[in-house]
Each structure stands twice: as structure tokens, then as C-alpha cells.
């Protein structure tokens, strides 16, 4: 029997879009708040602004590196404002496992306060808890921003990293003219600029927010000269003295290869091998100080002997506290004892400030305690990344293989701006995931 239009006209029959077999589509989907007018001045005022917080990251990252902190606080606060126009506040509160791990972590390290010898013990908790909570509010807030506004800032953002990497390399062709300019640092000081901290400073941050970049280039649509960002500035770190950036850059490399073969193994292996940091740190530090005597070993350079000399002191003042540790902050301030370095002690403590090894640094300053909830917030943070598209996965494991690799040889742990420049390579990654997202897509 042949059905007629003409006595039949309401009848349709169309094939069911694929995305309707959905298990969930039959499920009501509570509708997610509407967002403000866009043309209100507060909306106008805060687009503005984010735009330039994703502008002058990089040239930040090149010339002050110790401003990131500031860079920091005003992602904070503008994320915070972000979440409130919306009305999304909902996304920060959840409790989820990693919420809970690292503000157990938290309370740890205030609790420690109480017996650290460090006169900013109190100070340094402050500065965790505003990089954890802008950490968790800029996830939120990016996490919602429309297709359109993440594309906006992530061009804003490669300028303004395509700038800072210029900055930097005329800075160290010229020997930093405007850094011994801002400093007032006279022609005789030199030597001490150049193999100081300030270039390493900004080597590391600029090895971080390679990766950001590089995923932002791919989403826009250019695969080949996305590979071509972190190469590019692995060549670019070849004439530095920092080598601590070369050594990130490059576990950065080998993972983006690999993970690209596949993501899963890779991940898996990086979740051994930071379970196995955490667990072995300490044993391995004694063993490298002790019968190996590696401190004095002619096959290390100087300043990795002076590491190895700095670990296997922070591991024999660990094992004195094995439970909670020395208090948050306590590296600066531990008495020498008597301990002299072979090197070049700064201070009255056989540690430069802090053990230079983030898993010795939280066992020796929270104890075994810290040491579980950190692993805690590493291996959660390390599944996080399975959750990404397929094509995003490689970077950000590069990024999470290079902040292991700097975060294991550099920096102390703690330092405000070296926190900051894990934020912002974390917030941009999340900002370049956003990007070719489907138009109206605000909470992918």
C-alpha cells in the first residue's frame, strides 16, 4: 500500500542523526545558566582583560620572571569573576579526588608550620593554596568560555609567546641589556649575570609554555609547524647554560613521540616512574652520595656533583622525620650542623635554599605523609590527561615529562614564580584544547 502525500501530508520520515543513539540523549539535560549580556561593560571589561593576561604571559616569562606571581593573581581573579557572571561557581565546588588530595595536602603543610624553622612557613602555604585555587577556578572558567572567545586568546596568547621568545634570544645575543638596565647592574657584573639565574630562569618558563603553544599552533589547524615550536626551541636552548631546560625540553621530545605512538603505554610508564620517584628518592639520594660517591665523580659536571652533594644531605635530614617531615618551607632554614660543602654553601645551611629535587623537597619537609598525597595529585593529575581529544594527549604529556624532568633538577618546589609558571603552561594547555571547539560548545 502506497502512502499519498496528498491524504497524508503530516506524515515525515527521516533517518535518526547518529548522535540521538546516544545512550544519554534520552535523558533531560538540566539547562546550564544563561550567561549575562554580552555588551554589559563588566563582560567587555573582563574579555579585555584576559586578552592581555594572554598576551603578556610571554614577553612576562622573558623579561621578569619573578612577576608571574602577579600574572597568577589576576587569573585568579579574573577567573573567579569569570565563574561568578556566569553563575558556574558549581564547577569549582565539587569535590572531586583530586580537590580532596591536594587540600589534604594543604592542611598538612599549615599544620607543619607549627614546627617548621622557616620564618615564611605561613607565607608559603598562603602562596600553594592561591596557585591550587587558581589552578582549580582557571580550569573552571576556561573550561566554559565559548568557541569563539578561546580562539580570540589563544592567538592572543601564541603572539604574545612568539614575542617573548624574540625578547629573549635579542636579550642574550645583546648580553640582557634591558635586564642589567632595570637591575642597575654595572659592566663588571656581568660574567655573574649571564651565569646566574636569569637567563635559567627564563629558559625554564619559556620550555613550559612551549608546549601550550605548540598544541595551540595544531588546533589552528597547522600540524607540521606545530612539531616544529618545541624543535625549534630545542635548538634555541643549546647555547644556554641552563641545563636543566635542555634536560626538559628534551624528556618533553621523546615523550611527545612517544605518546603519539600511543598515549596509553605512555602514560602508563610515566605513572611507574613517578610512583617509583616518590618511593625510591630517597634511598637512591643516599646511594648516589654514599658508596657511589658521585658528588666527586670526574664523569659529572660540577654542578651536577653539587647536586648530588645537596640530595644526599636532604635525604639524610628527611629520614630524621620520616612521617610529616621538617615543616613546609624548612629547607632554607635547617642548621648546617657543622655539614660544609665542597661547593658553594649559600647561607648558614648546607642546602642553597631548598634540595633542588621536588620529591626530596616534599619528603623532607612533610614526610611520608605529603609524599602519598603528592603522588596522589601527580597520578590523578596524570589521568586527567586521558580525558583530553586523542590529538591533544601527546602535548600535554610532553608538558607534564618536562615539568618532571625541571621539577626533579631545578627550582625549589615553592618558589612563587616557579609555581606560577606551572599554572600558566596548565591554564594555556587547557586554553589550547579549547580552540576549533564546535561553535555554542561551552562546556566540552
Not at 171 to 188: C, G, I, M, Q, Y
Request: aromatic share 8%; proline share 8%.
Amino acid at each position: 500500500m502506497r502512502l499519498s502525500p496528498r491524504r497524508f501530508p503530516l506524515i515525515r520520515v527521516e533517518f535518526m542523526p547518529v548522535e540521538s543513539l546516544d545512550a544519554t540523549a534520552s535523558r533531560p539535560v538540566p539547562p546550564s545558566p544563561a550567561p549575562p549580556p554580552t555588551g554589559s561593560g563588566v563582560d567587555a571589561a573582563l574579555r579585555g582583560l584576559a586578552g592581555a593576561a594572554a598576551l603578556v604571559l610571554g614577553p612576562l616569562a622573558a623579561l621578569a620572571p619573578r612577576g608571574l606571581p602577579v600574572w597568577a593573581i589576576l587569573m585568579l581573579l579574573l577567573s573567579l569573576t569569570g565563574l561568578a557572571r556566569r553563575g558556574a561557581f558549581g564547577r569549582m565546588l565539587r569535590l572531586t579526588p583530586a580537590v580532596a588530595a591536594v587540600a589534604a595536602f594543604l592542611l598538612l603543610a599549615l599544620i607543619s608550620s607549627l614546627w617548621s624553622p622557616s620564618d615564611r612557613a605561613l607565607e608559603t602555604v598562603l602562596e600553594i593554596g592561591y596557585i591550587a585555587l587558581g589552578a582549580l577556578a582557571g580550569g573552571a572558567w576556561i573550561a566554559g568560555l565559548p568557541a569563539a572567545d578561546a580562539r580570540r586568546l589563544g592567538g592572543l596568547f601564541l603572539a604574545g609567546g612568539l614575542a617573548g621568545g624574540l625578547l629573549f634570544a635579542v636579550e642574550a645575543a645583546l648580553d640582557f641589556p634591558l635586564n642589567r638596565w632595570w637591575n642597575s647592574v654595572p659592566d663588571d657584573q656581568l660574567p655573574n649575570l649571564l651565569n646566574g639565574n636569569v637567563p635559567k630562569r627564563t629558559a625554564a618558563l619559556l620550555c613550559l609554555l612551549v608546549w601550550p603553544a605548540a598544541l595551540a599552533v595544531d588546533r589552528f589547524g597547522r600540524r607540521m609547524p606545530a612539531l616544529l615550536v618545541p624543535v625549534g626551541y630545542a635548538l634555541a636552548c643549546l647555547p644556554l647554560t641552563s641545563r636543566s631546560a635542555m634536560l626538559g625540553i628534551a624528556a618533553g621530545l621523546v615523550t611527545l613521540a612517544a605518546a603519539r605512538a600511543s598515549a596509553r603505554w605512555t602514560r602508563r610508564l610515566f605513572a611507574s616512574a613517578v610512583t617509583a620517584a616518590f618511593l625510591l628518592v630517597l634511598p637512591a639520594a643516599l646511594l648516589f652520595s654514599g658508596p657511589l660517591d658521585l658528588d666527586h665523580s670526574p664523569l659529572l659536571f660540577r654542578s651536577a656533583q653539587h647536586r648530588v652533594e645537596i640530595w644526599g644531605h636532604a635525604a639524610d635530614r628527611a629520614l630524621r622525620t620520616p612521617v610529616f617531615g621538617q615543616g613546609i618551607d624548612a629547607s632554607r632554614s635547617l642548621p648546617p650542623e657543622g655539614a660544609v660543602s665542597d661547593f658553594s654553601p649559600i647561607g648558614d645551611s648546607l642546602l642553597p635554599l631548598h634540595p633542588h629535587n621536588a620529591f626530596l623537597q616534599v619528603w623532607l619537609e612533610t614526610g611520608a605523609v605529603g609524599a602519598a598525597l603528592a603522588l596522589a595529585v601527580m597520578l590523578l593529575l596524570l589521568a586527567a590527561t586521558a580525558r583530553l581529544e586523542r590529538r591533544d594527549q601527546p602535548f600535554a604529556l610532553a608538558l607534564f615529562a618536562t615539568a618532571m624532568a625541571m621539577g626533579s633538577t631545578a627550582y625549589g618546589i615553592w618558589q612563587p614564580w616557579w609555581m606560577a609558571g606551572f599554572l600558566s603552561a596548565a591554564l594555556m594547555l587547557r586554553l589550547a584544547t579549547r580552540i576549533g571547539a564546535r561553535i555554542g560548545d561551552k562546556t566540552r
